[in-house]
């Protein structure tokens, strides 16, 4: 490639064109290439010694494109490669003028090419030197940089020669372009992670700490290189001496880095940190390290708030949100790890249960508030006795267990109980009003047991079923025969539920009689069980675990269907039945079904009672049971009060009820042929009745001596074993049919 500049030999590169004035257009603004380019090798071919042959293999191998305008000749010159670079073919037709060639500029590139033109119009710079994005053939962009020389100024002082090259940098622009790119990405992770980047020089013992690091500890000065030593400054006091321990170790021996610990800032604030680094063996550079510093205060705050969170979780999860006590599953675990840890296998445990007497009353009368009052109560006097190496639970509405690991010996056990049974019994004041409470004990002892792990549980459960059984307000130590009886009841109960379902029950019926001419005046239904397996059982064998098991409504429905069959069929064989009457509980005379189910029954009016036991009825009753109670009446069904002169009945209840006949309970009827007084208290009892217009039966004569006196005080009937012991469906045919009387 022939380069023919201003006095040199050679064919000319230019064809001359007129231009304006030179000095009035400037350069910046006006080009116009008119001339032929001389190609490479085509119009002449230099001889390999001379500088021309040097630099135009120089420019080839560079693939850079020369270009020169002398403005005031008018002789402008592109190379083949200029053109090349751009994608044109030699000679192609080029932009003629600055705001073309400008045109072909990328808009975002305009701007700062106008500015460096600008600079060599007005003589800041004689240098050319930038960079910028020029649209190729192909319609792509590539960048370009542009190097040249102000080798001429005219009289006015603008540029009227400038040599120079053109090189296509597209692939180094898009290396940066890529480095930039990932330099961006790796910043927003260390930003989004909250990572600073430091490099240590283990010749010169620098530290390079760039901004973030300098931010995490709150330097606000901007240097990046600090002597190493500095770093130990912003360690925490109370981590200083291992943190430097570990580091100096790691250095030593050229391992990886890898620590946390606390810093304090220029701030004054602390932070948790980790820092990571490499090792890096560098000849050139020298040996180094480089890492990260992570802050880990906010992830470090977050893991001891949820931990305080799991931790909150895990207690409520295994102790009473009221008292505060261990719940059962907590007692159940740590019991666990007694069994499961060899030195409590030879170790007798003890297990204390308490069962709070007259909770429901308090919670019934004075309400829930009143209740948790009491079981706080109760959990602190539970721990102010049982001691600090027990574990107290909650495991019910107002049960609780105190596990001893390691069992005191029984007399101590019992000592202790009854002292919480004597603080509990004493009076507990809330607000203006004062809670009766007691309380029932059981205990028991035993060794771990993998075959059976509750038992020792269920023992002292049976010790208190035991304390409860002899009165309340008291303690029981377990017995191997309390099992015994246990299995009893166990099997009882599961052959009083298979009686229901298999109709085994039947009724027996106590006569009652008129207490002047000592005729078959009434009829007393009570339930008996047939019991394939254990005989004939009367009530009080078997009511109390009908009770516990919740039969007695159902076994109340079983005695009046019964007693209506048998009266239904009395009379049905023309017999003369008397009056019936049937035991109701008081859970059943205040359900909302009683009136329906009992309207379906062949009932005829006036022939049977329901006998309501006094104290559940006579000064407890709502509205649900006055409608059952006028229900029954319009029914033809009578009420009579059974064990009246036990409970608490007011005048008032009386006439609340107003109950056909009140039966007087054989505690008071049975002293009062030997007892004046109680003559006198039985008699004011019938006085009342009298005066009410309400009929007394007296329960309990048990001697003929009781007649005379009680037909005597105006008593309507009587029942007693001195007349008549309840007897079977037969037997009372065989009365009726006889129509006997007493003598």
């Known amino acids: 490639m022939a380069l023919e500049l201003e006095g040199t030999d050679g064919p000319a590169p230019f064809e001359a064109a007129?231009?304006?004035?030179?000095?009035?257009?400037?350069?910046?603004?006006?080009?116009?290439?008119?001339g032929t380019e001389v190609s490479n090798g085509t119009d002449t071919t230099p001889d390999d010694t001379t500088d021309a042959f040097r630099w135009q293999t120089v420019l080839d191998s560079a693939n850079q494109g020369a270009w020169d305008h002398d403005f005031e000749r008018d002789r402008h010159y592109l190379s083949d490669t200029w053109r090349k670079i751009r994608g044109l073919p030699p000679g192609a037709p080029v932009a003629e003028t600055t705001e073309d060639w400008l045109a072909t500029i990328h808009p975002d590139d305009v701007g700062n090419v106008r500015s460096q033109l600008a600079l060599l119009d007005s003589g800041a710079t004689d240098a050319i030197n930038y960079k910028f994005r020029q649209r190729h053939a192909s319609g792509s962009w590539i960048w370009i940089l542009s190097r040249g020389q102000v080798v001429r100024r005219n009289e006015k002082g603008l540029p009227s020669r400038i040599i120079g090259t053109d090189t296509d940098i597209t692939d180094i622009k898009s290396v940066e372009r890529d480095r930039a790119r990932l330099t961006e990405r790796l910043d927003l992770a260390l930003d989004a992670a909250r990572m600073g980047r430091w490099e240590l020089d283990l010749s010169s013992l620098e530290m390079f700490w760039d901004d973030r690091l300098l931010n995490t500890l709150g330097i606000t000065d901007g240097r990046n290189t600090r002597a190493h030593v500095e770093w130990r400054n912003y360690v925490h006091p109370d981590d200083r001496i291992d943190t430097q321990a570990q580091l100096r170790k790691s250095l030593d021996e050229r391992r990886n880095i890898s620590c946390d610990f606390r810093v304090i800032t220029r701030q004054g604030t602390e932070k948790f940190i980790r820092i990571r680094g490499a090792f890096v063996r560098d000849q050139e550079s020298g040996n180094r390290y480089s890492g990260v510093c992570l802050d880990l205060t906010e992830d470090y705050r977050k893991s001891v708030l949820l931990k305080k969170t799991r931790d909150s979780l895990e207690y409520e999860s295994r102790h009473d949100a009221l008292t505060g006590l261990a719940n059962r599953r907590h007692l159940d675990h740590q019991y666990r790890q007694i069994m499961s840890e060899p030195a409590w296998q030879d170790v007798e445990q003890a297990v204390m249960h308490i069962d709070v007497d007259h909770f429901k009353k308090v919670n019934d009368t004075l309400g829930h508030d009143a209740g948790d009052a009491v079981l706080v109560h109760i959990a602190d006097v539970l721990r102010k006795y049982a001691g600090d190496d027990t574990l107290i639970a909650r495991v019910g509405?107002?049960?609780?267990?105190?596990?001893?690991?390691?069992?005191?010996?029984?007399?101590?056990?019992?000592?202790?109980?009854?002292?919480?049974?004597d603080e509990l019994i004493r009076p507990f004041e809330y607000g203006n009003t004062r809670c009766d409470l007691g309380a029932s004990i059981g205990i028991a002892?035993?060794?771990?047991?993998?075959?059976?792990?509750?038992?020792?549980?269920?023992?002292a459960d049976l010790a208190l079923y035991r304390a409860k059984s002899a009165g309340r307000g008291r303690v029981r130590l377990f017995d191997r025969e309390m099992r015994a009886v246990a299995a009893r009841r166990k099997s009882i109960q599961e052959a009083l539920k298979a009686g229901v379902d298999n109709g085994e029950f039947i009724c027996h019926y106590q006569p009652q009689y008129d207490a002047q001419t000592l005729e078959l005046s009434g009829l007393e239904a009570l339930i008996r069980w047939e019991s394939p397996s254990h005989g004939l059982v009367l009530p009080g064998e078997f009511l109390p675990d009908a009770a516990e098991m919740g039969l007695c409504e159902k076994l109340d429905e079983i005695v009046l269907q019964r007693a209506i069959a048998d009266a239904n069929a009395w009379r049905a064989a023309g017999l003369p039945v008397p009056r019936m009457a049937v035991?109701?509980?008081?859970?059943?005379?205040?359900?909302?079904?009683?009136?329906?189910?009992?309207?379906?029954?062949?009932?005829p009016p006036g022939t049977l009672s329901f006998e309501l036991v006094e104290s559940a009825f006579l000064d407890a009753v709502d509205e649900d049971v006055n409608s059952n109670l006028r229900g029954l009446t319009?029914?033809?069904?009578?009420?009579?009060?059974?064990?009246?002169?036990?409970?608490?009945?007011?005048?008032?209840?009386?006439?609340?009820?107003?109950?056909?006949?009140?039966?007087?309970?054989?505690?008071?009827?049975?002293?009062?042929?030997?007892?004046?007084?109680?003559?006198?208290?039985?008699?004011?009892?019938?006085?009342?009745?009298?005066?009410?217009?309400?009929?007394?039966?007296?329960?309990?004569?048990?001697?003929?001596?009781?007649?005379?006196?009680?037909?005597?005080?105006?008593?309507?009937?009587?029942?007693?074993?001195?007349?008549?012991?309840?007897?079977?469906?037969?037997?009372?045919?065989?009365?009726?049919t006889d129509g006997r009387k007493k003598t």
């Open 18 to 34: 007129p231009l304006p004035d030179p000095a009035g257009v400037p350069y910046g603004f006006m080009i116009r290439f008119t």
């Open 397 to 421: 509405g107002d049960e609780f267990v105190v596990l001893f690991p390691a069992a005191p010996d029984d007399a101590y056990l019992t000592r202790i109980a009854q002292k919480i049974i």
């Open 445 to 459: 002892k035993g060794q771990p047991d993998w075959s059976a792990p509750r038992q020792i549980f269920i023992d």
């Open 583 to 603: 035991n109701v509980s008081a859970r059943r005379i205040a359900e909302q079904d009683l009136l329906p189910s009992v309207s379906k029954l062949d009932i």
């Open 634 to 736: 319009h029914l033809g069904i009578d009420i009579e009060i059974d064990d009246f002169g036990t409970g608490h009945a007011s005048i008032a209840g009386l006439l609340n009820i107003a109950p056909r006949r009140l039966k007087i309970d054989r505690s008071l009827v049975q002293p009062v042929v030997t007892s004046p007084q109680r003559r006198q208290l039985l008699e004011t009892l019938v006085n009342i009745g009298r005066m009410l217009q309400i009929g007394v039966v007296a329960e309990g004569v048990e001697s003929k001596s009781h007649i005379p006196i009680l037909r005597d005080m105006g008593c309507e009937a009587l029942q007693g074993f001195a007349l008549s012991r309840p007897v079977p469906p037969d037997r009372i045919v065989t009365m009726l």
